[in-house]
């Protein structure tokens, strides 16, 4: 038991250095696109550092005796661990290292702060209380930790889009302030920079894609954990909804991204105006994961802060 908990602790801090390590090697592989080697080995480095997470999880899993989702500590690893875990299969599937450079440093900061700067107390596996000991624990946290895991992502994705989308319109206003001068350009530069505008294109549409399909993803898992939760709190505490502040924001979280579906579909809102929805969503879910817990008093506060 003693090994168990050693390992227990020591994993994630593993691989929040070897995150460290594949964050910057995947910067690296954006500055030379051309080495393939650089790409490979970050994407080698985070699967490691994943294994290492799924395994804390396992090892807390089997050594506790009930799902590693109980305290502030075991939920940030599985959010490490999902975000890692879906950046993994999008690179797959699209062969660009462009996520990786946004996924890995957001999971490197994730897990330093779950493994480095909390608490050795908040780190702890305790005996859960009796609200705790229910097959809704599963059930209902996981749900909600995929669906944070997930919409993080497809946000990532929209400010991606944004920020893509600021610098082409950027360059762009220069291009034309050069033409005006009077630069004359030849027909095989003029030809140059309309693929290399098709290019940008393609690639914003890809993003705007992406980040469509990913949080069209995680709204169901967020839907069955809201629901899932409701019906856990009946359970408990004997009402289905209170107003606790993080069912408040959970419900806020809910509605923004519904609306972001909702215009996608029926309106048919595509590229700026739902990547803004998409961006302002990632705000949002984090004001709901740790932002209620830390700064607001209800039944889901860590009291770490207040």
Not at 220 to 227: A, E, K, S, V, Y
Not at 287 to 298: D, E, I, Q, S, T
Request: with cysteine; charged share 10%; aromatic share 16%.
């Amino acid at each position: 038991m003693k090994i168990l908990t050693l390992n227990d602790y020591q994993l994630p801090v593993i691989a929040c250095f070897l995150l460290f390590f594949g964050m910057i090697m995947y910067w690296a592989s954006l500055i030379i696109p051309k080495n393939k080697l650089i790409f490979k080995l970050s994407r080698g480095i985070v699967f490691i550092s994943n294994f290492l997470l799924g395994s804390t999880l396992l090892l807390r899993w089997v050594g506790e005796g009930y799902f590693p989702l109980s305290n502030l500590y075991e939920s940030l690893i599985f959010l490490s661990w999902t975000i890692s875990f879906i950046h993994l299969i999008v690179e797959a599937k699209t062969q660009s290292r462009i996520i990786g450079s946004l996924a890995t440093p957001l999971v490197f900061f994730i897990s330093g702060f779950s493994s480095l700067t909390l608490p050795v107390e908040m780190q702890k596996a305790l005996p859960l209380v009796p609200s705790l000991q229910s097959n809704w624990l599963m059930m209902h946290v996981s749900m909600m930790m995929i669906s944070y895991a997930t919409l993080i992502v497809g946000s990532l994705f929209s400010l991606l889009y944004l920020a893509f989308g600021y610098f082409n319109k950027k360059e762009k206003e220069v291009s034309i302030e050069v033409s005006n001068i009077g630069t004359v350009q030849s027909v095989t530069t003029t030809s140059s920079s309309d693929l290399n505008s098709f290019s940008k294109l393609s690639l914003l549409q890809t993003i705007d894609i992406w980040s469509y399909r990913i949080i069209g993803l995680g709204f169901p898992f967020l839907t069955i954990g809201i629901i899932s939760g409701a019906v856990w709190a009946n359970e408990a505490w004997g009402s289905y909804w209170s107003w606790d502040p993080k069912e408040t924001w959970a419900l806020i979280t809910w509605l923004v991204f519904a609306i972001y579906l909702h215009s996608r579909l029926l309106k048919g809102w595509q590229g700026q105006k739902a990547a803004v929805l998409g961006s302002c969503g990632f705000f949002v879910i984090w004001v709901c994961y740790l932002g209620v817990n830390f700064l607001g008093k209800g039944l889901h506060s860590y009291g770490w802060v207040i």
